[in-house]
């Protein structure tokens, strides 16, 4: 055999080996670890953990940039008690209330029953909420910006419940509760071990300075400048959802 020809073989093998892999921690990510209900959920200590991944888009100056980034958004509520707990995010099931915008690969309509991966990650009794989001909860109507599930083109993730999935847009700025007051906490970094029902009637908790913390610069910003930008999208939000229902 000539060496271009093992050399292209070995390259192939190699190709196939590092797809193979890929896949596998791929289907690893969204592997079911524990369904558990509202009873396991409301024993849980809440603990700020950073974005490292960079996978959400919280640099939004306002409502237009939201919805240009977000294929879809509507409103929902939750179907389920229950909660699945994945390795690198919690799912919920939501039913689909109204549809505001649905430009994505996906198709939706109102009463369509699909999942939502929420950036929570959930060791032992400790709930690492990614950038400080706080999961949905039960009886509350969610409006939600939301984006496909990042992955490889050549992969066609599933859920073994057949629905259709997808994850928020952005951790500020990806879900509002149009009926109530914005209430957003700001804690010291360090503060963990927060008893989940402690924040569970806020939309968002945020670092006071986050420019305290070393070597992730890129993830600084200001806790009132966000909180402002919250309520400024919110308020558009509103205006926009008013518009759609006439």
Known sequence: MKISNRIFI????????ISSLFSLYIKNTFANDLLFNDTNYN?????????LNGDFDNSIENFNELKKISPYIISVKL????????????RDTVQILKVFKGDGEQ???QGD?????????IRGQMLYANSGYIPMQKNKEYVLFLKDII????????????RKSFVPSSIFYGKFILDKDTQIMK????????????????DLVLLKNSNQIKNIELKQYDADNVIN???????????YVDESNK
Do not use: C, R
């Open 113 to 121: 029953i699909i999942n939502i991966f929420e950036p929570i990650i």
């Open 107 to 109: 198709h939706l309509k």
């Open 151 to 162: 992955k490889p083109s050549w992969y066609q993730y599933k859920s073994e419940d057949g």
């Open 43 to 51: 024993n849980l200590k809440f603990t700020y953990l950073f974005d």
């Open 79 to 90: 179907t389920s008690e229950d909660k699945t707990k994945f390795s690198m995010a919690l």
């Open 10 to 17: 070995i390259i192939i093998t190699f190709i196939i080996l």
């Open 229 to 239: 930008k919250y309520k400024q999208i919110k308020k558009d939000l509103a205006t």
């Open 187 to 202: 804690v010291d970094y360090g503060d963990t071990y927060i008893p989940i029902d402690q924040i569970n009637n806020y």
